[in-house]
């Protein structure tokens, strides 16, 4: 079956804008997390969604957001971006949010000039 | 979760077993050790997980010391495809969450 689905894969905005993110978890897949990760941070932990509600968020600013639909898909969103908002975003899905093993999707790579 | 602490770098001849320590000495009783690795440009892969006895799978074993405060996670005949950055996870799993704390990892470079 289907991996996990990001889109796009590859985003560059300016400073200011804002942009939303896609992931489409594998079929069947309720639980959906996005990370961050850039080469001076590693991988952090944005949020996670199950049945449409936030059950976890990261220590992140109010600018980011998410939210995920009744088919599971998710979204998320940058408002204001900022140079440091540049970096791979990765969503990770699973069956449900105990369940031991997390797909991750390629990531979408977001340039802020 | 507990924090981890791993090397930042391994080398490996291919073919031969890939041995990678993970320190977890603050580990709880009720968390448990999760190994994913990371090939450049890729999303992240689940590797293996355990509690207290050792696991194996299709891709690696992974063994946890007695006292739970290590584990090492073994790749037994590396390729140059197993290149890649492994992060060792500890954390509790249950209904509250799938939140994953990345540490640094370990690059591990297979050469020929």
């Known amino acids: 079956k289907a991996g996990v689905t990001q889109t796009p894969r590859y985003l560059i905005k300016t400073r200011g804008q804002q942009v939303t993110l896609s992931c489409s978890p594998i079929s069947g897949h309720r639980s959906v997390s996005w990370y961050q990760q850039t080469p001076g941070q590693g991988l952090q932990f944005l949020f996670e969604y199950f049945s449409e509600t936030q059950r976890n968020k990261g220590n992140f600013p109010g600018r980011f957001s998410g939210r995920q639909f009744s088919n599971s898909r998710s979204e998320m969103n940058v408002s204001t971006l900022e140079l440091g908002d540049s970096a791979l975003y990765l969503c990770?899905?699973?069956?449900?949010?105990?369940?031991?093993?997390?797909?991750f999707g390629p990531g979408t790579r977001l340039t802020v000039l | 979760d507990a924090k981890t602490t791993q090397p930042p770098s391994m080398d490996c001849a291919e073919g031969r077993a890939a041995n990678l320590p993970c320190n977890h000495s603050t580990i709880s009783g009720n968390e448990y050790v999760y190994w994913y690795r990371q090939i450049h440009s890729q999303g992240p892969q689940y590797i293996i997980h355990g509690l207290k006895n050792n696991e194996t799978n299709e891709m690696a074993s992974l063994i946890i010391t007695e006292d739970r405060k290590s584990s090492t996670l073994i790749l037994p005949h590396a390729t140059l495809r197993d290149t890649a950055v492994y992060y060792c996870i500890v954390r509790v799993v249950d209904n509250a969450g799938n939140m994953l704390t990345f540490g640094g990892g370990t690059r591990l470079m297979v050469k020929p």
């Open positions: 990770a899905s699973s069956l449900i949010p105990r369940y031991n093993e997390q797909f």
